[in-house]
T-cell receptor, first 117, second 112 residues
Framework: EAQVTQNPRYLITVTGKKLTVTCSQN?????MSWYRQDPGLGLRQIYY???????DKGDVPEGYKVSRKEKRNFPLILESPSPNQTSLYFC????????????????FGPGTRLTVL | DAKTTQPNSMESNEEEPVHLPCNHS???????IHWYRQLPSQGPEYVIH???SNVNNRMASLAIAEDRKSSTLILHRATLRDAAVYYC?????????????FGKGTHLIIQP
């Protein structure tokens, strides 16, 4: 089954304790992204990756890191989490289209609910 | 990305058609119109997209105004499972990694 998986689905942690949320897709997609969703603010993009070893900042990258060492995986790293990073996080992936830009639907993972105390 | 305007919420009855409007008066010529929906406790899922012509797929239809300043997502026969937040999104590059800017969407309520 084509899917985007995220782990863990739920995480409660404390301020300053490094954590990683994993994201994996089995569709051979080039593009992958991380979003966070907060009440009243909608979904906002954190980082994205156009292919292996190519990443770039989205709209709200502060406090986050990513890496793309393999095509299928795109982990989100919080080196020193703070309470304002309490949120619902979604990973997404899509194919890269022709003509240098992508027009393809994004597939989203089930979400990771993170609470930082 | 150009902005979209959607009603905060809409209510419909099961097995009836639903027309979800979206205004995008500042759309540019290269902007695609996308619709995604988010079911409760799930990630967003793609519904449909278009550029200029009306589009149909197994989930819905997309009617695009001739001047492209508005569009309507049509669910032909709503079911309880269609209760979700529906997002109308514009993007010059479609659905790629440069991301989609999600607004607040329309909360669709389906009454049995």
């Amino acid at each position: 089954e084509a899917q985007v998986t995220q782990n863990p689905r739920y995480l409660i942690t404390v301020t300053g304790k490094k954590l990683t949320v994993t994201c994996s897709q089995n569709m051979n997609h080039e593009y992958m992204s991380w979003y966070r969703q907060d009440p009243g603010l909608g979904l906002r993009q954190i980082y994205y990756s156009m292919n292996v070893e190519v990443t770039d900042k989205g709209d709200v990258p502060e406090g986050y890191k990513v890496s793309r060492k393999e095509k299928r995986n795109f982990p989100l790293i919080l080196e020193s989490p703070s309470p304002n990073q309490t949120s619902l996080y979604f990973c997404a992936s899509s194919f890269r289209g022709t003509g240098g830009y992508s027009y393809n639907e994004q597939f989203f993972g089930p979400g990771t609910r993170l609470t930082v105390l | 990305d150009a902005k979209t305007t959607q009603p905060n919420s809409m209510e419909s009855n099961e097995e009836e058609p639903v027309h979800l409007p979206c205004n995008h008066s500042t759309i540019s010529g290269t902007d695609y119109i996308h619709w995604y929906r988010q079911l409760p406790s799930q990630g967003p899922e793609y519904v449909i997209h278009g550029l200029t012509s009306n589009v149909n797929n197994r989930m819905a239809s997309l009617a695009i105004a001739e001047d492209r300043k508005s569009s309507t997502l049509i669910l032909h026969r709503a079911t309880l499972r269609d209760a979700a937040v529906y997002y109308c999104i514009l993007s010059y590059a479609g659905g790629g990694a440069d991301g989609l800017t999600f607004g607040k969407g329309t909360h669709l309520i389906i009454q049995p």
